[in-house]
């Protein structure tokens, strides 16, 4: 689809253009009114279009059309919008005086509407092309001429009547009902409708009751159509060929050139001294029942006609003139809507305790329907039961999930060429680069990031891109792409001109390329002019001069660029010319050297991700707080001035790290104000600044990160005033005294990961952690002053990952049978009062790493032996064991 995405793409770009009304625009008003209509109007069929392409030659070039003229087209409209700013604010009031401002030069008024106009002759081209293959895909876009849905690649209604009827709740009585009315001994042909909103399962209904043996031997012919999405002529044509199949009768010759009222008088006759059954699956609206009601003759015969129907001015009307019955469906009540609901989201099993109120919340949105609480249990049956943040994306953005997920676009797929061979792709890189490239479309209920990870689990499970890299607790961190699926990708990007690729042996560069890739060389960036490209990533250049950074954006090179990827790019500097790039969506800057970032960058208006990860930046100027569309903010223990005003503006902001809280605790106050926050990192925290901290943390719903740090090692940190943690909180990470570990901690069932540092708690941390049931990783740094810890039998069934650190109290390590089962790396550190091995650690039957540094000299004996070490045989299953420690002010390692 990837002419569908551009033409949408720019359709949302060009609709405010029709808005602003100014007089000034007027002639221009008109072009673009005509080029969004055509747009609009050819829009729908590129999505069959895009799909047949591959197989015809003709229909590729007529597509390659659209999407050429839709990519020329947003070059304008952006390039619009490019005069310089007179202090008229932001956003579209922004847009609105720098359009009126530009359009007062004569000169580039007439330079508008001349290429506009040339847009539109080009468009009208492409139109005509679009009533040509109309004819030639006959009937293709019909569903559109009729109100269907056009969100899905497939109408769900086929799934309704494939549905098993040991698979329904409720559907008995309902059933036996409908069958009464069917069966009655009314001799009239008589009209049953069954109404009710979409989800019911009308349609479900009707075909157990249509298939029903007492039913099928009550009536001598038999015939069902979907009425929504069908020609009136069609579902005449449909109707005949079924009861004649039925009869084993020759259709008869010419039924193809037949009109309406013809088909229907031979429909009439057919019928008309026969008892038959006819189904007319989802009639929307009055005229499609008008249009063929006289094709059912009253037999005197006890024929029926059932029909359902989301409308009740088409049940009654379709009842009255038959004296028929009408049929309401109800949704399931709360008893049968759970049993559904489990029965598909657990396979049959009980609801576990910890997604109770999760699977409740959405169930209570299915609002009784059985297709809908089918479709969304098993989409959730599909989800890890263990990660409450799935469930949670799905409770918000129900309506969406329930949607197709074909509508992935293929521009995100042929983005992938732009990367090297054998280059591991970031996860969260990919998804800010789509996002920053326009290519995620927007769900209802769902963040853009949200979006994306659903196309890359689509792309994942289709075999498209492989996993390369995984975090402890299971999530993706990185990709690759199969070296002949790399090929494919290269083939297409190539053919439309999509990704280009640049490296020094490159003579010249396409003039419609709109995403560039620079391999080993920016030489050639420098001697070309890039008038369309949106997209410049540079990879594997290891020198680069301030001349060629100073070529690189001077003048309108780089006009319309919204990503510049520079990570690793031998920079001392910020380049100066960056902050001209009006439109830039993403800037990534990690792994330079670059130490200053310029007040200039706030010129950046519609910047959405700052990566200054690995640079040598350690403060940011106030002006960043003009970057109100700013995302990601990828930074490391940098101090932002003017906290207020920060904190206000920056509504959309979803990671912020490490950021100091000024001495008027205006940062802690003002942090809550940023509801989308989903990783926040904060320093140098003092004890009395506990409260207001977890003031703002309990406003941020969304917080899936939280990592604190004391202003000193001995500083407490007071987060017991956290009374409603975030539910979604996945990672925490708390460097400071604790008095107490903050009785909050329990209740995160989300939780994953958790590291305490300098905690120095009294009491044993693991009696509140154990049964936490999704956490994978604990680390304990100068946690606990205890002498023992205990990992009690059928606690922390999920940890993989464990590492002790300096707990220098610490004598004895036990491990019940029955704990840790899932254990893979233990790493003990510095516990320098430990004498032997954890007690039970040969139950550990699944740990692959052992690892011990700098213990003492007497633990060191128990192992060091080998075979002849006492507890060896306790760990000789291990297939990595490690044992690093100090001997004579040298470092000695030991791999067993």
């Known amino acids: 689809m990837a002419a569908e995405g551009t033409v949408t793409f720019l359709l949302d770009k060009l609709v405010p253009l029709l808005k602003l009304g100014s007089k000034l625009l007027k002639d221009v008003h008109k072009e673009v009114d005509y080029i969004v209509s055509e747009l609009e109007r050819i829009k729908a069929f590129l999505r069959f279009a895009d799909a047949r392409e591959e197989t015809d030659p003709e229909l590729k070039v007529w597509v390659k059309q659209v999407r050429e003229v839709a990519d020329e087209m947003e070059d304008v409209v952006d390039e619009f919008r490019l005069c310089p700013p007179q202090h008229h604010g932001h956003g579209l009031l922004g847009s609105i005086h720098k359009i009126a401002r530009f359009s007062k030069d004569f000169k580039a008024q007439n330079q508008l509407v001349s290429r506009m ?118 579902l005449l044509r449909d109707l005949i060929q079924q009861l004649f199949d039925e009869g084993r009768k020759p259709v008869p010759q010419g039924i193809g050139t037949l009109n309406a009222d013809r088909l229907k008088a031979l429909l009439n006759d057919f019928l008309r001294q026969k008892k038959y059954i006819i ?209 494919i990708i290269i083939s297409k990007s190539r053919d439309q001109d999509f990704v280009t690729i640049i490296r020094e042996n490159n003579s010249a560069t396409p003039n419609k390329a709109r995403h560039l890739s620079a391999r080993g060389t920016l030489e050639t960036c420098t001697r070309q002019e890039f008038p369309g490209v949106r997209s410049l990533l540079i990879f594997g250049v290891d020198s680069v ?40 969506r993403y800037l990534s800057l990690r792994g330079t050297n670059v130490d200053i970032l310029p007040s200039s960058i706030g010129k950046l208006p519609y910047l959405e991700t700052l990566d200054l990860k690995q640079t040598k930046v350690s403060k940011l100027p106030a002006e960043i707080q003009k970057l109100q569309n700013l995302r990601h903010l990828l930074l490391y223990r940098c101090v932002i001035v003017s906290y207020v005003t920060f904190h206000r503006d920056l509504q959309f902001l979803q990671k912020l790290c ?31 600044d506990g409260r207001s901290l977890c003031s703002s943390i309990e406003k941020m719903k969304n917080l899936c990160s939280l990592d604190v740090t004391s202003l000193e090692e001995e500083e407490i940190i007071d987060l017991n005033h956290l009374s409603s943690p975030p539910l979604l909180l996945k990672g925490l990470y708390l460097k400071g005294r604790l008095e107490d570990l903050p009785g909050w901690i329990p209740t995160l069932d989300n939780l994953s990961k958790i590291s305490l540092r300098w905690s120095r708690l009294k009491n044993d941390p693991l009696e509140a952690l154990q049964a936490l049931p999704n956490l994978v990783q604990l680390q304990l740094l100068h946690a606990y002053e205890g002498e023992a810890l205990c990992f009690k039998a059928g606690g922390f069934q999920k940890l993989k990952s464990l590492k002790l650190d300096r707990l220098e109290g610490l004598r004895k390590v036990s491990v019940e049978w029955g704990a840790l089962t899932c254990l893979q790396e233990l790493s003990i550190l510095r516990c320098l009062a430990l004498k032997q091995l954890p007690f039970g650690i040969e139950y550990l039957s699944q740990l692959q790493q052992l690892c011990f540094y700098d213990m003492p000299n007497e633990f060191a004996r128990t192992l060091l032996l080998t075979e002849q070490g006492y507890d060896y045989w306790k760990i000789k299953h291990i297939p990595k064991i490690f044992f690093i420690y100090s001997e004579s002010d040298r470092w000695s390692f030991y791999h067993l």
């Open 117 to 234: 106009q040339g847009i539109k002759s080009k468009v009208q081209n492409i139109s005509e092309g679009h009533e040509r293959y109309r004819g030639k895909f006959d009937g293709i876009e019909q569903g559109f001429d009729h109100g269907a849905s056009t969100n899905t690649w497939y109408d769900s209604r086929g799934d309704a009547l494939l549905v098993e009827e040991s698979e329904l709740v409720g559907i008995d009585k309902p059933k036996q009902k409908l069958i009464g009315m069917l069966l009655d001994d009314v001799s009239r042909t008589k009209v049953v409708s069954v109404v009710g909103m979409g989800g019911l399962g009308k349609t479900t209904l009707v075909k157990k009751v249509y298939d029903d043996v007492k039913v099928e031997k009550s009536f001598q012919h038999h015939a069902w159509i979907t009425v929504s999405s069908s020609k009136i002529e069609d």
């Open 279 to 487: 189904v007319l699956d989802d009639v929307w609206r009055i005229f499609m029942w008008e249009s063929v009601k006289y094709a059912f003759p009253n037999s005197r015969r006890g024929s029926r006609v059932l029909v359902t129907t989301r409308n009740s001015d088409v049940a009654g009307c379709s009842c009255v003139e038959s004296d028929g019955d009408v049929f309401p469906l109800n949704p399931l009540p709360p008893t049968e809507s759970w049993t559904l609901f489990c029965d598909k989201a657990f396979r049959r099993n009980a609801c576990p305790p910890h997604l109770n109120k999760l699977s409740q919340a959405i169930l209570k949105r299915c609002e009784g329907l059985p297709l809908a609480i089918v479709a969304i249990g098993g989409l959730l049956a599909t989800k890890d039961q263990n990660r409450m943040d799935e469930w949670d994306i799905v409770d918000r953005s129900l309506s969406s999930e329930l949607e197709s997920n074909d509508k992935l676009e293929r521009h995100c797929f042929l983005y992938l060429s732009i990367f090297p061979e054998d280059h591991l792709i970031e996860h969260m890189r990919l998804i800010r680069l789509w996002i920053a490239e326009g290519f995620v479309v927007p769900q209802e209920g769902k963040m853009p990031e949200e979006v994306a990870e659903s196309y890359l689990r689509d792309l994942t499970n289709r075999c498209l891109i492989q996993v390369a890299q995984r975090d402890v607790d299971g999530r993706i961190k990185a990709y690759r792409i199969h070296d002949l699926m790399r090929q």
């Open 545 to 584: 001069s301030k001349s060629c950074m100073s070529a690189l954006f001077s003048g309108d090179r780089f006009g319309l660029l919204r990503v510049l990827d520079l990570r690793g790019l031998p920079l001392e500097k910020f380049p100066e010319g960056v902050v001209n790039l009006f439109h830039l």
């Open 658 to 688: 490490f950021v100091e809280p000024d001495q008027g605790r205006h940062t802690l106050s003002e942090l809550g104000k940023l509801s989308q926050l989903r990783k926040l990192g904060i320093i140098k925290l003092r004890k009395e």
